[in-house]
């Protein structure tokens, strides 16, 4: 049986208990999903052909909305020093001053590089300075 792709999947299922368990409305963690999804089309990997985008929900403040942040991998010739896309999307919104992160989603077409996960833990911690 082949592997079940993006579309394969029903989502509502599991954004409603995402929704439940983390206190975020299901609609909005439906459309973070979806520009992860989104943002995977515009990885930039030549060498690798490993396609990873990046969503985060993302507020300056709490009297703040939240908004979505996207990043997409970017590899470079000298392999492995690309950016990850998690690493490309919460690097973006501390740089335009998005401090909290309230979630997180990820599209690839296989499980990411435990690299990718120990960068995004680092980077987590954010609300630190």
Do not use: W
């Not at 979806?34 to 396609?51: G, I, Q």
């Not at 939240?66 to 000298?78: D, H, K, L, Y």
């Not at 599209?107 to 120990?118: L, Q, R, V």
Request: one cysteine or more; proline letters at 10%.
């Amino acid at each position: 049986m082949p592997p079940a792709t993006d579309t394969d999947i029903d989502p509502d299922p599991l954004y409603s208990k995402l929704a439940t368990e983390f206190s975020l409305p299901a609609p909005a963690l439906k459309t973070l999903g979806e520009k992860a999804v989104e943002a995977k089309a515009l990885a930039y990997c030549p060498y690798s052909t490993f396609r990873v985008g990046c969503a985060v929900l993302v507020s300056s403040s709490p009297s703040d909305p939240p908004i979505i942040m996207q990043g997409a991998n970017v590899e470079n010739a000298s392999y492995p020093v690309g950016q990850c896309a998690e690493a490309v999307a919460v690097g973006r919104a501390v740089i335009e001053g998005h401090r909290q992160i309230l979630a997180l989603a990820v599209a690839t077409d296989i499980n990411p590089p435990g690299e990718c996960s120990s960068r995004l833990s680092t980077l987590l911690g954010c609300d630190r300075g």
